[in-house]
């Protein structure tokens, strides 16, 4: 079953916690500490696979997460770093965040990876917090949190050039016959619901992979018929052969023309940018020829008039495909986004580590990714993990900002899941 779209989750594991331990053994009565740090929890990376065509597996494998880290051990023994986990998708996946339709990565070469949630860092052990003044620290820190996110992940087809029209106007025939593709084939409309690809081969032995699309209508790009379900695999084409009617089906040859292009151009991504071969189709039938003419009359463009049956046309249409499209460079998807894909971005930080919600007369929380990332990452069943999250939250002057806002002494001021009492 072919499947174009798919949602999933993935979550990066936990870096492990860092240890608190001191060393002793016979002839080291002053070992000191020993605790060692935790190991990084395991990434999520996609990967382009050529051998997959679809996006089926992605139906019932909706969720993947990865392994944490594992925690730090006494005399100073590391964690072991978690196993990073790789997923396979077709070539010519592209991958959104779900949240804000932001994107991850093309991933239209097979082999290519995008790493889309990094594995949380270990904690160190109290080894690290070793120092002049503090000689046997009983702190240690809680291994970096893992990444969870909701991913979109849609196929765009690699194809050269694209068949379009509307339904029944010959796009899967003509596939059938320039190449070896199999599409089904049937004297009603919409047969074609899926993209079926083809390799069309010159007689000169050159080569170019061309996809038929399921039957454009009126409104398509709004969702109507299945054409925002497939429009989508045009985007990748450099060029597309647009297919006009001319044979005993009652269509206006010219309504459609104009209905196609307003489509393409309405979807967006620059389709109306690229070059089209207008083809004329079922040239066998009667009046076929009479009705050619006086399409010809109202447009000013070239068209080129073709039978499948007959095998008129096909070779120069093949030919006009190969040429128009070597010479056509790609066109990137998403232009000034494109380079989110290919160059790393730096942000200035936040001014604001942390804000304050009242939640009622008396309960505040305390809200901040940076703030709640330095809770989770302490560890607080120590006194001294506890003191370092104190003096953390009064450097912050979060007694002042509570305060500012009208909290009274034995206010419950929240943080992630900690809770504390307010005094002033």
């Known amino acids: 079953m072919f499947i174009d ?46 051998h997959i065509n679809t996006l089926f597996n992605f139906r019932h494998s909706k969720t993947f997460i990865g392994r944490d880290g594992e925690k730090g051990g006494i005399k100073n023994q590391y964690g072991r770093a978690s196993e990073d986990i790789i997923v396979d ?66 196929l765009k087809l690699l194809a050269d050039v694209g068949l379009v029209g509307y339904p029944s106007v010959g796009k899967s025939t003509l596939l059938s016959v320039v190449s070896s593709a199999r599409p089904s084939i049937a004297d009603y409309p919409f047969t074609t619901i899926v993209p079926n690809l083809g390799v069309v081969t010159t007689k000169d032995g050159h080569s170019f992979v061309m996809a038929d699309l399921p039957g454009l209508i009126e409104g398509a790009h709004q969702g109507k018929g299945l054409g925002l379900q497939f429009l ?12 006009i009617d001319m044979g005993s089906s009652g269509r206006d040859p010219y309504h459609d023309y104009l209905v196609i292009n307003n489509e393409l151009k309405s979807y967006g991504f620059g389709l109306e940018k690229r070059p089209v071969i207008l083809v004329a189709s079922k040239m066998d039938e009667d009046d076929a020829i009479s009705r050619l003419h006086e399409f010809e009359k109202r447009i000013d463009v070239p068209i080129l ?11 120069k249409l093949v030919y006009q495909c190969y040429e128009l499209m070597e010479k056509t460079p790609a066109f990137p998807l998403y232009d000034e986004e494109e380079k989110q894909l290919d160059y790393k971005l730096y942000e200035l930080p936040d001014e604001k580590e942390f804000v ?12 901040g990714d940076k703030i709640i990332r330095f809770y989770r990452m302490t560890n607080i069943s120590t006194d001294e993990g506890m003191m370092l999250l104190l003096m953390k939250l009064r450097k912050l002057k979060v007694d002042d900002a509570l305060e500012a806002q009208g909290a009274t002494d034995g206010d419950t001021v929240l943080l992630d899941d900690f809770s504390f009492e307010y005094l002033k």
Do not use: Q
Not at 232 to 243: D, F, G, K
Not at 305 to 315: F, H, K, R, V, Y
Not at 356 to 367: E, M, S, V
């Open 89 to 154: 998708v077709p070539v010519g996946t592209v991958v959104f965040e779900e949240s804000d339709h932001r994107v991850l990565g093309d991933l239209a070469e097979d082999g290519k990876m995008i790493r889309v949630v990094k594995g949380g860092r270990g904690g160190r052990g109290n080894t690290c917090f070793k120092s002049a003044t503090n000689r046997t620290p009983k702190i240690a820190e809680n291994g970096e949190p893992g990444e969870i996110k909701r991913l979109i992940l849609e």
């Open 5 to 50: 779209r798919a949602v999933i989750e993935v979550r990066s594991g936990k870096g492990g916690d860092g240890a608190i331990a001191f060393l002793r053994e016979k002839y080291m009565p002053n070992g000191g500490p020993a605790g060692g740090n935790g190991g990084r929890g395991a990434s999520i990376f996609l990967r382009a696979n050529s």
């Open 305 to 315: 008039p073709i039978s499948a049956l007959t095998n008129e046309g096909i070779d």
């Open 356 to 367: 304050i919600h009242r939640l009622d007369a008396h309960t505040w929380r305390i809200d």
């Open 232 to 243: 989508r695999h045009i985007e990748r084409c450099r060029v597309i052969v647009h297919m």
